[in-house]
T-cell receptor
Framework: NAGVTQTPKFQVLKTGQSMTLQCAQD?????MSWYRQDPGMGLRLIHY???????DQGEVPNGYNVSRSTTEDFPLRLLSAAPSQTSVYFC???????????FGQGTRLTVV | AQSVTQLDSHVSVSEGTPVLLRCNYS??????LFWYVQHPNKGLQLLLK??????LVKGINGFEAEFKKSETSFHLTKPSAHMSDAAEYFC?????????????FGAGTRLAVHP
């Protein structure tokens, strides 16, 4: 029973590099979201999706792209990494009508 | 607009003494409220949730919270702290309508438990 799986767990990037953070869920939940966690700021919503083919921006979307081609996968793309994107990233899956969000274990990203 | 304020960034208690973590919220809609816990270098785990049913909500590991609409508060309590309770705690709000995919987090309260 994997739940929500994020890869990689750790990543170091140079400024200007691109990469994709992977998120997969096996619970068949409609909604998926990406958050970033920074000290003293809790988690902030980057992008979210209410179903395959549908995405929308959250509170801090700049510098990130997402797509949702299947129910299971919701990758987060950094096109040109910046030091301000150094953070811990969490993916979450929720189901309409069920309030508990299930989180992945997080990806710790450092941009140098 | 919705927001969450956790009134204490750090709380320190002795093992066996009560825990109180304070949370106030602001919401234009009927809210759902949650407490999540994050142990060091771990993901987030749901402690308890309020979704317009009973105002006193019991969660895992002996934690409970009371929804007080008149005070716009959702404080987390536990009668007797255990060393394993040391972690960061997040109060979270989301509107009941529109699904639960847009969570608004408080800044977090780091709980330290001393022997």
């Amino acid at each position: 029973n994997a739940g929500v799986t994020q890869t990689p767990k750790f990543q170091v990037l140079k400024t200007g590099q691109s990469m994709t953070l992977q998120c997969a869920q096996d619970m068949n939940h409609e909604y998926m979201s990406w958050y970033r966690q920074d000290p003293g700021m809790g988690l902030r919503l980057i992008h979210y999706s209410v179903g395959a083919g549908i995405t929308d921006q959250g509170e801090v979307p700049n510098g990130y792209n997402v797509s949702r081609s299947t129910t299971e996968d919701f990758p987060l793309r950094l096109l040109s990494a910046a030091p301000s994107q150094t953070s811990v990233y969490f993916c979450a899956a929720t189901s309409q009508g069920e309030p508990e969000a299930f989180f992945g274990q997080g990806t710790r990203l450092t941009v140098v | 607009a919705q927001s969450v304020t956790q009134l204490d960034s750090h709380v320190s208690v002795s093992e066996g003494t009560p825990v109180l973590l304070r949370c106030n919220y602001s919401s234009s809609y009927s809210p759902s409220l949650f407490w999540y816990v994050q142990h060091p270098n771990k993901g987030l785990q749901l402690l308890l949730k309020y979704t317009s049913a009973a105002t006193l909500v019991k969660g895992i590991n002996g934690f409970e919270a009371e929804f007080k609409k008149s005070e716009t508060s959702f404080h987390l309590t536990k009668p007797s702290a255990h060393m394993s309770d040391a972690a960061e705690y997040f109060c979270v709000v989301t509107p009941i309508s529109g699904g639960y995919n847009k969570l608004i987090f408080g800044a977090g309260t780091r709980l330290a438990v001393h022997p």
